[in-house]
């Protein structure tokens, strides 16, 4: 699925008072739907925009992320996302029971919960935790407290499952192994998801499971200057090096190899992007003098850095600039903004498979 499901927008749009144009299509860019999702929040000045049981302030979900961010493992940031989650928004009926090989999350109040805030809370537990571990938590369960609706195909797309209708309460079912997954994040990478915010909770993240893709997580999100070591890597992921470098052979990879492919990605992307000087990419990228940068980038693509920049200018002179919409958006002003040279840390949506 692309995009974010029109019907979503439209239901909060209505709760929150507004009318918005960008909501009638049947699934909403998402760099659009996070421009809209933004001004109905400085609209309503509330993170549930006025359909939770008690208002909730803006700041409220940074409160509690930065809570989380701390925590040593999957197991224990559950149990202060509830917990939390219970006194701030409302929810004061809210669990998270271990039993046996299955963990359970449930969302409830006093009152009845309504299905847009049962979709908002639910896609916060899932996909936020997920977040937190660089690893995909796929649902053994789905149930939400009312009636199927027209639309409920969609349900499968955003949750990877089919949900059960007419449940006593909101709530998600996993297998409990993910329990012990660490935390992964540190608090530099959280305070860039919260500038991103709502981008990572509307578009569908498939956080890879293999060694390699966990590998790969940890390296981006450190400093490249540096060079990751195996052993640094290793105790991120809580295994001994040997072990993961034992698991990367079984994946046919290895350390070195992610390492480099890595390297490539980022030079690439950077060119491609443009703002960066060649000698500063070098630095970022960890390489000691910049002409050791530049024969490692002919050894991988044929051609010096310098080079491909020139004939990426070239093709791009050839090409019109793409109108942006949102300079006529009537929302522009809580818009998302440009990422900066060099920095992607300002990008929102990205495609990820469902």
Request: charge should be positive.
């Amino acid at each position: 699925m692309h995009g974010v499901p029109g019907h979503f927008l439209r239901t909060a749009a209505a709760a929150a008072g507004v009318e918005v144009r960008q909501a009638s299509a049947a699934h909403v860019d998402c760099d659009e739907a996070v421009n809209v999702m933004r001004h109905l929040w400085h609209v309503t000045g509330d993170e549930l925009l006025r359909v939770g049981p008690g208002p909730v302030p803006p700041g409220t979900f940074r409160m509690i992320a930065l809570a989380l961010i701390h925590a040593p493992d999957l197991r224990t940031a559950l149990e202060r996302l509830v917990e939390f989650a219970a006194i701030t928004t409302g929810y004061t009926r809210s669990r998270f029971v271990v039993d046996g090989s299955t963990a359970r999350i449930e969302i409830a109040a006093e009152t009845r919960t309504p299905p847009l805030a049962a979709e908002i809370m639910l896609s916060l537990v899932h996909r936020f935790p997920a977040w937190l571990i660089a690893r995909r938590i796929a649902l053994t369960g789905l149930e939400l407290p009312f009636p199927e609706p027209d639309y409920s195909a969609e349900y499968a797309p955003i949750f990877g499952r089919a949900p059960d209708f007419d449940a006593p309460s909101a709530a998600l079912t996993f297998d409990a192994h993910h329990l012990g997954a660490p935390i992964v994040r540190d608090e530099r990478e959280l305070l860039s998801y919260i500038r991103r915010s709502p981008a990572d909770l509307l578009l569908h993240r498939d956080y890879g499971t293999t060694t390699a893709d966990r590998v790969r997580n940890v390296i981006e999100r450190g400093d490249m200057t540096t060079w990751a070591r195996a052993e640094d890597v290793a105790a991120r992921l809580s295994v001994s090096v040997q072990h993961m470098r034992r698991l990367l052979r079984q994946e046919g990879t290895s350390f070195n190899r992610i390492r480099e492919e890595l390297l490539r990605d980022i030079a690439l992307e950077s060119l491609r992007r443009g703002g960066e000087s060649i000698d500063a990419l070098s630095y970022r990228l960890g390489f000691s003098e910049p002409s050791a940068f530049r024969r490692a980038f002919t050894r991988w693509f044929g051609r010096p850095p310098g080079e491909y920049r020139h004939n990426l200018k070239t093709i791009g002179s050839a090409v019109p600039a793409r109108h942006s919409q949102a300079k006529t958006s009537p929302i522009t002003r809580y818009g998302v903004a440009e990422p900066r040279a060099g920095t992607s840390e300002n990008t929102t949506c990205r495609s990820a498979p469902a």
